[in-house]
C-alpha cells in the first residue's frame, strides 16, 4: 500500500489536483500495482480526505497563542492501543516535528488517525514518515526543504 501512497505523493502535486478515486483506482492499475494494493491504498486516502476535511488546521508558525485550540502546557497522552501500534520509534518522531514546530497538534491528530488506519504493529517509522508526507499533501501544504529532508528516506527519495 505505500508504494501506491508515494506514487501518489509524486504525480499528483497536492490532494486536490488527485483524481477522483474510482478513476485514480483504475489509473494506478494501468501502472501495474496489485489489485489488494490499490484498494488498501484508496480506501486509506478515503480517510484522508474525510480526516483532513473535518479538523480545522491552524498554522503554528503563523499564529499567535490565542489563536491554538491546545494550550503550550498542555500534554497528549497516547493510548495503550496508539502506543502499541506506533511504538517508540514513531512517537518519539511525531513529538520531534511536534517541538520543531512543523507539525501542529490538529496535523498531529489527522497523522495519528490514518497510522491507526494502517493494519499491524508496530508501524515502523519509515511508514509513519510517509503519512505525515500524505497529510501535508492532503491539505495543499509543502512541507519546507529541511522537513522534506527529515521525511524522505535517503535510498528511495521522494521528490515534489
Known sequence: MFEVLVFVYE???RGDACPQLHLLGRKLSA???????????????DGLNIASH????????QSTPKQHSQSPESLRVYSVAEQSHLGAACLGFIQFLESAEVL???????????AMAVPGHPMSLDDLKIIVLMVYWSVGLEPD???????????DRVAH
Open 11 to 13: 504525480n499528483y502535486w
Open 31 to 45: 501502472v501495474g500495482f496489485e489489485m489488494e494494493d490499490i484498494q488498501q491504498a484508496l480506501q486509506w486516502l
Open 54 to 61: 473535518q479538523t480545522k488546521l491552524i498554522d503554528i508558525r
Open 104 to 114: 501542529s497538534p490538529h496535523m498531529r491528530e489527522i497523522v495519528l488517525d490514518r
Open 145 to 155: 526543504a529541511l522537513v522534506l529532508d527529515e521525511l524522505c528516506d535517503d535510498d
